[in-house]
């Protein structure tokens, strides 16, 4: 499975970003999708993640409310709608491919290049 993730980029605090990662190769009948996040000098860390259905979502506290994860099956592509952008919202993310809804990294197979996020104050 390859993982492209598009639509980062620099904004100001309270903008809006919307992330868009398709996936492509070898897929699977179902499959959960998700993103993640990591800063300079942090820990990669669970943003959220939706089942195959889109009928379950999960959120990492920092971002509920303000960021909303979808999936279009048919294209294969898992967005990530950030709003109220924050500067602590700064960093690289990744889109995942796995089989769980689970917010620990070591549980997903699939991991894109991942897209910078940059929010200035």
């Known amino acids: 499975v390859q993982l492209q993730a598009s639509g980062g980029g620099l904004v100001q605090a309270g903008d809006s970003l919307r992330l868009s990662c398709a996936a492509s190769?070898?897929?699977?009948?179902?499959?959960?999708m998700g993103w993640f996040r990591q800063a300079p000098g942090k820990e990669r860390e669970f943003v959220a993640v939706?089942?195959?259905?889109?009928?379950?979502?999960n959120y990492a506290d920092s971002v509920k409310g303000r960021f909303t994860a979808s999936r279009d099956n048919d294209k294969k592509t898992v967005y990530l709608q950030m709003n109220s952008l924050k500067p602590e919202d700064t960093a690289i993310y990744y889109c995942?491919?796995?089989?769980?809804?689970?917010?620990?990294?070591?549980?997903?197979?699939?991991w894109g290049q991942g897209t910078q996020v940059t929010v200035s104050s």
């Open positions: 190769g070898r897929t699977f009948s179902t499959y959960v």
């Open positions: 995942v491919v796995g089989f769980r809804l689970d917010t620990r990294p070591r549980s997903y197979a699939y």
């Open positions: 939706t089942s195959w259905s889109g009928d379950t979502t």
